[in-house]
């Protein structure tokens, strides 16, 4: 059995996503990591643009969701994008969507925090 996947890594993107007033206001830099599992149907050996899911498509309906609102969750965030990929590419069997969020308003010394949601057909 074949398993195909694109993966879009460390996507940067600047948001005023987040609960507190002030995420609001000033926004913040973050970071989204893309995996998509195409249709064991498509014939990938083919070599053909139609047996695929263009990924310059998929980083611009990833743009088009991520920056097109503000949501007070990652949670929120990373499940509306995933939800989109899957309805809008019929290719796309399973879809995840890592989002983070580096500038946490939380007395810590960290990397980042992070949400992921998993979508399948």
Known sequence: MQKTTIQLKNLAF?????????EAQ?????YVDVQVV???EL???????EQTVNYV????????IFTGRR??????????????????????NEVTVQVRKPSVPVDCVCDY??????LCR
């Open 26 to 30: 000033l926004g913040q830099r973050f």
């Open 113 to 118: 925090f992070a949400a992921e949601v998993t």
């Open 57 to 64: 498509a998929l980083y611009a309906e990833l743009n088009r």
């Open 38 to 40: 195409l249709s064991p």
């Open 43 to 49: 014939d990938i050996a083919a070599d053909s643009p």
């Open 71 to 92: 949501y007070n969750l990652i949670e929120s965030c990373a499940h509306a994008v995933a939800q989109a990929l899957l309805d809008t590419f019929d290719h796309i």
């Open 14 to 22: 600047y948001a005023r996503h987040g609960l507190l007033p002030e």
